[in-house]
Each structure stands twice: as C-alpha cells, then as structure tokens.
C-alpha cells in the first residue's frame, strides 16, 4: 500500500489511522461477544418478553460489553479530524463536510448504543419483577426507546453520516490520487452500501446488503487508517 502524501503530517493525522483501525478491532471484538452472550443482531427483533430476561442474563459482562460498544463510536471524532487534515489541501470543502458527518454519526450512534446498559437495563430489572400490567407499560416503553434511539438516531442517522464521511474521504482519496484506487473505490463502494443497508428496518430486501457491509466496514476501517498512519509530507523536500 502506497504512502499518503499530505502537506504537513501532523500527530492528529496519526491519531485519526490508529483510532481508525482500533475502532474495527473493538468493533469485530464486541460484535462477536455479543453475538456469543447476546444472540446479537438477531435478538433485536424480539419483543421485550424475550430481549429483557436475556439482556439482564449476559450479566455484568455483558454490561460492560454494552457500555464498551456505545462509547466505541467516538473512535469517529479523531478519524474525522485525522482525515480532514490529511485531505483538506486538495478537497477542503468535501472534507470539512466528512469531519461533520463523522461528528454527527458519533454523537447519534453513541446515543443509541448507550440505551442498552443504561435504559433498557433498568426496564429489564423491572421487567422481572413486575407484573403482567407493569410488564406490558414496560415493554411499550423498551418498543418506543427502539424505535426512537435504536432504529433511527443509531441506526439510520448514525449508518448514513458514517457513510457519508466514507464516501466523501473515499472521492477525496481518488481524484487526488493519494492513495491505491482499489482502496478508493472500496471506500465507495463500503459508503454506499452502508447508505442501501441502513434501510434494512423498512424492507428486508436490503438485509444481504447491511450483512455484506457488516464485513466491508472494518475492512475499509483498518485500510483507511493505515494509510493515514503511513502519511508522508507531500512538500518538496530541501536539495
């Protein structure tokens, strides 16, 4: 993989690569614990009678792995900034656009994940032990915060800002030429599927196309944050 060249490689350019590629290793690690402990994503389709007992039985692990995963969006700031540095020369408008998309998709995604060790982990202590009245008020609050912080704050705003910072970091690398165009047009493309999948809760036609993006994000992650971590300064050097 060839080197980044930027005007001046600076310690946020760095920061942004390392926080890229840490980011889809913490995403890969807590995915697959919950999918373990958690019958996750699958269990989310489930009403409250199933998901609340479940939730409360992953234990403290499972809230911390809850906790870890909501904070793990924040990994967008610095890649935003790491990414804006490194290309705002040649595409400064496209790239203050990419730093705000990935400011936005932090702040909605954390918000949605930050329901489930906090919110619905208090609905499911009372979940078992209400009775049936109280079960039901419950579980029209746990369908409610789903359908708001869930299916379209984390979900749908956060999956399209993130691609959105995808797509235009990926266009500023090809038409600079920068960087590999395979790498390029892999961020492309991983952005624009992220954009199709995110409608996955309105048809599940789209449902292979969120699956398929589910391994192409941390891949494009780790590639886009390697190359920022190599970066090299593009100004001529003194004879």
Known sequence: MSDLAVDRPTPSTRAGGVALVAGAIGFIAVFSYLAARFDYPAVLDGPAASVLPALLATGSGGRAAWAFYGLLPLIWLPAGVGAYQALR?????????????????????????????????????LYVQGTP?????????????????????????????????????????LLSHRAPRWLAIVGLLTGVLGWVGMFRNVTAIVAPIAALNNYLLPLWMIAFGVVLIRARDARPQPS
Request: glycine share 8%; net charge negative; charged share 10%.
């Open 89 to 125: 020369r040649t595409h400064p408008g496209a790239m203050l656009l990419a730093l705000q998309f990935a400011v936005l998709s932090a702040v909605s995604m954390m918000l949605g994940l930050m329901r489930w060790p906090t919110i619905h982990w208090r609905l499911a202590q």
């Open 133 to 173: 009245e109280e079960q039901r008020l419950i579980a029209a609050v746990f369908d409610g915060f789903n359908v708001y912080a869930g299916n379209y704050l984390g979900e749908f705003l956060g999956e399209l800002s993130f691609s959105a910072f995808f797509v235009l970091s990926a266009w500023a690398l």
